[in-house]
């Protein structure tokens, strides 16, 4: 949702800012300053925030899709509050979005990975002293460091 509605507010910012360039510093900072603008740049820092727990608790396979229901947000927004036109074909292209999210959110959220500790795998590093452990503890390395 913040995702759309950031969008959102930029467009319509945008519209009444008029076009832009990179190369005239002036334009895009009097754009940053419409309010319209800024409140879509903080919802989008908000997605963003939103995003990144998302991806703390599970797979980019399975968040990355749900957050493609923005589109359809996205559509309805521009189709009766934008008053834009959205063409037939872009509708089925957001019907067909919608239903691969569908199949998504049927799966785990989460690979789920075998603890090594607990199958008795540990690595050979973990297991056995490492020579360049070893060198480091005799040259004085910090105590967290020494084998």
């Known amino acids: 949702m913040f995702a759309a509605a950031g969008d959102s507010m930029l467009s319509h910012g945008m519209k009444q800012t008029g076009t832009i360039s990179i190369h005239h510093l002036q334009g895009?900072?009097?754009a940053i300053l419409n309010p319209w603008v800024a409140i879509g740049i903080l919802l989008l820092l908000?997605?963003?925030?939103?995003?990144?727990?998302?991806?703390?608790?599970?797979?980019l396979t399975y968040v990355l899709p749900a957050t493609s229901l923005g589109y359809v947000l996205l559509a309805l927004v521009a189709r009766f509050i934008l008053h834009e036109q959205v063409s037939p074909m872009r509708w089925?292209?957001?019907?067909?979005?919608t239903g691969g999210v569908g199949f998504?959110?049927?799966g785990p959220e989460l690979t789920k990975h075998e603890n090594p500790v607990e199958s008795g795998e540990l690595?050979?590093?973990?297991?056995?002293k490492s020579p360049l452990l070893a060198k480091d503890a005799r040259n004085g390395?910090?105590?967290g460091a020494q084998s």
């Open 92 to 97: 089925l292209g957001i019907a067909l979005i």
């Open 46 to 59: 908000a997605f963003f925030a939103t995003y990144m727990t998302a991806l703390s608790w599970a797979d």
């Open 104 to 106: 998504i959110a049927g």
């Open 123 to 128: 690595c050979a590093v973990t297991t056995e």
């Open 141 to 143: 390395a910090p105590k």
């Open 28 to 30: 895009v900072i009097f």
